[in-house]
C-alpha cells in the first residue's frame, strides 16, 4: 500500500444513479455508497477503505473525475468534465480518469491519467493505461482458498479454452456491419465512439482455437459453447456454466486468451487470478501497468499475424521452460493478480503510480 492513504477528490454533485456503470469501482463502493457493506467486503477484502475522500481539494493527494468520460460525452456533459479538470489542474493536483466498456470516446482532454478496459497500442494517448477487468477473487469464493493449485510440468503444454467458439456466417456480417456503421458516425461526427477495427471476435477466436486442435504438438482441454455462457437460461444454469469455467482453468496449464466485442479479454485476468499462463494473442492490445509489469514474462506473447504458428511458438516455451520456474510462473502470476489486477490492487497501483 502507499505509505499515506491518499486522499481522494472528486464531486459528488456529478453522480448519475441511473448510470453507476460509468462509476470507477472504488467510488462507486466508498464514495456513492452505491453497494452495501458486505459487497464491499467482498469485492475489496480488508483494505474495502483504501482511500480517504475529502469535498476538500486543497487536503487531496490527486483528483478522480467522477463519471467516465463515455457518460460526459454520451450526455453532452463534457463541459462538466472539461471545468471539473480546470478547477483541479488550478489547485496542481493530478487527475484521474475512466473510460468504461468495450468501445471508449477519445477524451476532450488528454494530459491526464486515463483508465480504460478496451484501446490500441498504436492509438495510445501519453497518460493512458489499460485498467483491468473488474472481478470477485474467483479462487477464494469456489474453492476457499488463497493459494493455487500448481500445476506440475507434463511432456505437452495443456492449453485450455472454455466459452462460445461458433457463431453464424448472418451473425458474424451483421456484428461486422455494425462496426462499419459506427466507424461511418465517427469520421460523419454523428458519434463520439471511436472507431474499432473490422473485427469478427468469435470468428477469431474460432481460428485460433482451431490452430491448437489440429496440431499433435499441444494437448487441448476445450470446452466450446454456440453461445455465451452455453446459453445458461437462469441462475442454475449459470451457475453451472461458470463452474465447468473455472474447473477449466484450474486444470490447464496454458489458457488461449484473445480479445473479445472490445480489444480486451477479461479471460486474460480470470486465467491470471487462478495463477494459469495465457497464452496471448496480442490484438495491438495495451495490458494494464506495463509501465511497471513486463507481461512477455508472465505470458506466452503471440502476435495476431503469427496465430496459426501458437502450437509451436507454445510447444517450444513448453520445453525449455524448467518445472520449477514453470511453477514459479504460476505463483507469479497469482501475486501480479493480487498485487495489482485484483479491486485492491488496481487502485493500489494507481494511487502510487499518481502519487510517485
Known amino acids: 500500500m502507499p505509505a499515506i492513504k491518499p486522499i481522494v477528490y472528486t464531486d459528488q454533485s456529478h453522480f448519475d444513479p441511473s448510470f453507476k456503470g460509468y462509476v470507477f469501482e472504488i467510488l462507486k463502493a466508498n464514495f456513492f455508497n452505491t453497494v452495501s457493506a458486505e459487497e464491499k467486503l467482498s469485492k475489496f477484502g480488508p483494505f474495502v477503505n483504501l482511500y480517504n475522500y475529502t469535498n476538500n481539494i486543497d487536503e487531496a493527494d490527486f483528483a478522480m473525475l467522477p463519471m467516465a468520460w463515455n457518460y460526459y ?3 453532452g456533459k463534457t463541459k462538466l468534465a472539461e471545468d471539473f479538470i480546470n478547477y483541479c489542474k488550478s489547485k496542481n493536483k493530478k487527475i484521474v480518469s475512466y473510460l468504461a466498456y468495450d468501445y471508449g470516446v477519445t477524451p476532450t482532454v488528454k494530459d491526464i491519467y486515463i483508465f480504460r478496459q478496451s484501446g490500441y497500442q498504436s492509438r495510445r494517448l501519453p497518460f493512458q493505461f489499460a485498467c483491468p477487468f473488474f472481478l470477485n477473487d474467483h479462487l477464494k469464493i469456489r474453492y476457499n482458498t488463497d493459494d493455487i493449485t500448481l500445476r506440475e510440468k507434463g511432456e505437452k503444454a495443456v492449453v485450455g479454452f472454455c466459452g462460445q467458439a461458433h457463431v453464424s456466417a448472418l451473425n458474424n456480417a451483421w456484428n461486422l456491419f455494425n462496426i462499419a456503421l459506427n466507424n ?5 461526427h454523428l458519434k463520439r465512439w471511436e472507431p474499432q477495427v473490422l473485427y469478427p471476435p468469435v470468428y477469431r477466436r474460432t481460428k485460433a482455437l482451431s490452430y491448437l486442435e489440429n496440431s499433435n504438438l499441444v494437448e487441448t482441454n476445450f470446452i466450446k459453447r454456440t453461445a455465451y455462457r452455453g446459453g445458461a437460461k437462469n441462475a442454475e444454469e449459470q451457475e ?5 469455467y473455472y474447473n477449466n482453468l484450474m486444470h490447464s496449464d496454458y489458457i ?3 480479445r473479445g466485442g472490445g480489444n480486451f479479454s477479461v479471460r486474460f485476468y480470470e486465467t491470471m487470478m487462478m495463477g494459469r499462463i495465457p497464452l496471448f494473442i496480442n490484438t495491438d492490445s495495451i495490458l494494464p501497468f506495463d509501465n511497471i509489469i513486463d507481461w512477455k514474462k508472465h505470458t506466452v506473447w503471440v502476435e495476431e499475424k503469427d496465430m496459426k504458428y501458437a502450437p509451436q511458438i507454445l510447444a517450444d516455451f513448453h520445453s525449455q521452460i ?4 514453470f511453477k514459479q510462473m504460476q505463483l507469479d502470476n497469482r501475486k501480479i493478480w493480487v498485487d495489482h489486477l485484483s479491486l485492491y490492487g488496481i487502485f493500489d497501483t ?4 499518481v502519487m510517485k
Not at 461511418?184 to 460523419?188: A, H, N, V
Not at 494507481?350 to 503510480?353: E, L, R
Open 73 to 75: 460525452v454520451d450526455h
Open 184 to 188: 461511418i458516425k465517427y469520421y460523419t
Open 322 to 325: 524448467h518445472p520449477d520456474d
Open 240 to 244: 453451472k456454466t461458470t463452474a465447468e
Open 350 to 353: 494507481i494511487a502510487k503510480m
Open 256 to 258: 488461449l486468451c484473445i
